[in-house]
Antibody
Framework: EVQLLESGGDLVQPGGSLRLSCAASGFTFGNFAMTWVRQTPGKGLEWVSLITHSGTNSYYADSVQGRFAISRDNSREILYLQMNNLRAEDTAVYFC???????????????????WGQGTTVTVSS | DIQMTQSPSSVSASVGDRVTISCRASETISSWLAWYQQRPGQAPQLLIYSASSLQSGVPSRFSGNGSGTDFALTIYNLQPEDFATYYCQQSSSFPYTFGQGTTLDIK
């Protein structure tokens, strides 16, 4: 069974740091890009970050650029999100998702998130 | 960044009805659009990708169309399990962005 399991969510003070993990199973992790998406309490979904299958390239939302870092360990089949200088507005449920790649016109498109984890909760508060 | 705007924000309908949710992109995204369903307390689930392709395992009463800037998700013959929140998402250019969501509830 294809599965993603997030962990690492916690209560942290503003300005603090946290590292989230997402353990994958049931598919060849190293063949797929991976994405983090978050959902603030009672609000909608926000795309946070993506890392390509090899880890060579990563992309970020403007709101987290320079504070968050996405990485992966393909040998252990784990995705990470290092979150630094956390703010109250980073409070959210964080989901990891498996991303499918299409190539068109010489460009890459990570066009569907076809497997999601159940999420881990991050609360930033003093 | 590309802004995705969904309408309506909420809609009420009955079992057996047909409902259409719209999604507009602030610039052209070709067909790089996906639709997700999220039930309360659950993770989102992929319904439609590439604007109109049905994800494996998703009932055929879900249908997507559109290209460029205007897209729609139509649900035919609403079932009780379809009452949820729906999101569109563009994957044309980074940062990828979601619409604000449309909540479908029972009339």
């Amino acid at each position: 069974e294809v599965q993603l399991l997030e962990s690492g969510g916690d209560l942290v003070q503003p300005g603090g740091s946290l590292r989230l993990s997402c353990a994958a199973s049931g598919f060849t992790f190293g063949n797929f890009a991976m994405t983090w998406v978050r959902q603030t309490p009672g609000k909608g979904l926000e795309w946070v970050s993506l890392i390509t299958h090899s880890g060579t390239n990563s992309y970020y939302a403007d709101s987290v650029q320079g504070r968050f870092a996405i990485s992966r360990d393909n040998s252990r089949e784990i995705l990470y999100l290092q979150m630094n200088n956390l703010r109250a507005e980073d409070t959210a449920v964080y989901f990891c998702a498996k991303s499918r790649l299409a190539v068109a016109g010489g460009r890459q498109y990570f066009y569907r998130l076809d497997v999601w984890g159940q999420g881990t909760t991050v609360t930033v508060s003093s | 960044d590309i802004q995705m705007t969904q309408s309506p924000s909420s809609v009420s309908a009955s079992v057996g009805d047909r409902v259409t949710i719209s999604c507009r992109a602030s610039e052209t995204i070709s067909s790089w659009l996906a639709w997700y369903q999220q039930r309360p307390g659950q993770a989102p689930q992929l319904l439609i990708y590439s604007a109109s392709s049905l994800q494996s395992g998703v009932p055929s009463r879900f249908s997507g169309n559109g290209s460029g800037t205007d897209f729609a998700l139509t649900i035919y013959n609403l079932q009780p399990e379809d009452f949820a929140t729906y999101y569109c998402q563009q994957s044309s250019s980074f940062p990828y962005t979601f619409g604000q969501g449309t909540t479908l509830d029972i009339k």
